[in-house]
Every structure is written in C-alpha cells, then in structure tokens.
C-alpha cells in the first residue's frame, strides 16, 4: 500500500516542482536571476570612462572659455596707396592744406615713387604729382604754379597714354587751361584730343561740355579787346603761400 501511495505521489511532486508551487523561494529564484541577467547587461552598457551612459564626462563638458581664434593679420597699404591716403588728408585739412612746404614734400615723394615704380604705379604717381601741383595753384593764385600744373599732366598724358589717368590728365589739363589761366582757345585741342583718343571714358561726356564752352570763349576773346590774363595775378594766403 504504501509502495502505491508513493509510486502516485511522485508525479503529482514532479508537476509542483515545474508549476513552482512548491515553495516561494523556488517561484523567486528564475525572477532574481532574471534581475542579475539585466544587471549585467546594464553594466555592460556603461561607456569606458565608467560614467553612466548619457552623463557627459568633464573632458566633454564645456569649459566656459571659447578657442582663440587667431584674426588674420591687417594688410599693409602699398606706398601708393599710403601717399594717395595722405593727399586726401592733407585736402581736407583746411589748416594745413594751407602750407606749400607739405604739397611740395608730397610732391617730392609721387615723383620718387614714380622713379621707382613700374609704369602702371609710376603713371599714377605722376598724376598725383601733377594734381599736387594743382592743388598749390589753386592756393596760391600764382600763374607759374598753375602752368606747372598743366605741364605735369601733358606729361603724363603723353608718357603714359595707355593708363587710365590718361584721360583725366587731360581733362584737368583743359581745366586749368580755360579758367584759372583764361585760354580757353588753348584747350580746345586738348579736349578735341581726350575725345579722339578715349571716347569711353568716365571723361568724355565732362569733355563735350566743356569743350563747347571753351569754343564758345575763344570766339568771344577772338572779338574782344585783349585782357590781363587772370591768371598772372597773385594773391598770398595768410602769408603762407
């Protein structure tokens, strides 16, 4: 008898060991294997400095201060460019603008740069020459600055015909022929020529006007009783000129 009860309790303890039944200890046992498994993995999710994923590492963090960023350096003015930036100052001075000895120092440094320059820097070096000389003319009132003026830009017409200050050259020429020096007959032919030479230049529209005007004078002066020249006067700027 007791041979049979055994022999049938065997498979009724065989289904409460795999129901789980039998014990809680055994119920929890594949749960906390179950946390260890997780566990684990979680460990091995951690990164290689040992920090918690998605918690930055202080070689990540920022450190308030920004990169120097290193500012290219300023480019130096080219001589040409420094001498035309202190005919401009001077200009605008009215105090200094006044003084003959700062036009005539500029003067000398655009002709010591031409000497030393290429045609395409000496050309307009030569023409700030000449424009420094015009502009002691219109200080000084004196006919001889004003024809030195002219002369330096017929120069620089003739010298450097191919450059861009040619045509300017030309036309301040004419300027000065006209006006401050009243022979306007004179001019004539220099405009005459800027408009022949260069007909698309930024001058040439100026020229046309002006050319009309100065044949339009010569006519009158052709008629008229002769005059003094206007420009032989001379008139000295609070004793500096």
Not at 159 to 176: D, E, G, H, N, T
Not at 183 to 203: C, G, H, I, N
Request: one cysteine or more; aromatic letters at 6%.
């Amino acid at each position: 008898m007791r041979v049979v009860s055994t022999l049938f309790l065997l498979p009724l303890l065989a289904f409460l060991l795999c129901a789980g039944e039998l014990h809680p200890s055994l119920a929890a046992a594949p749960a906390k294997k179950a946390g260890q498994s997780a566990q684990a993995g979680g460990q091995s999710a951690l990164p290689s400095s040992g920090q918690p994923a998605g918690k930055a590492s202080a070689a990540d963090k920022p450190t308030g201060k920004p990169s120097a960023v290193k500012q290219p350096a300023a480019k130096k003015p080219s001589p040409l460019d420094a001498l035309v930036e202190e005919f401009d100052s001077l200009r605008k001075d009215e105090t200094r603008s006044q003084r003959r000895d700062l036009w005539l120092a500029l003067e000398d440094k655009f002709l010591k740069l031409r000497r030393q320059s290429g045609d395409v820097v000496a050309a307009q070096a030569a023409y700030y020459a000449a424009c420094a000389r015009d502009e002691i003319g219109q200080r000084s009132f004196l006919a001889s600055d004003r024809r030195e003026a002219v002369a330096r830009y017929e120069e620089v017409a003739r010298i450097y015909s191919r450059s861009p200050v040619a045509p300017s050259a030309l036309y301040q020429r004419a300027v000065l022929l006209k006006n401050p020096l009243g022979d306007p007959a004179a001019a004539v032919p220099v405009l005459e020529r800027l408009l022949k030479r260069y007909p698309r230049s930024p001058e040439a529209s100026k020229a046309e006007k002006l050319l009309a005007e100065a044949k339009g004078e010569a006519a009158r002066q052709t008629d008229a009783p002769p005059r003094k020249n206007p420009g032989a006067s001379s008139v000295t700027i609070k004793n500096i000129f």
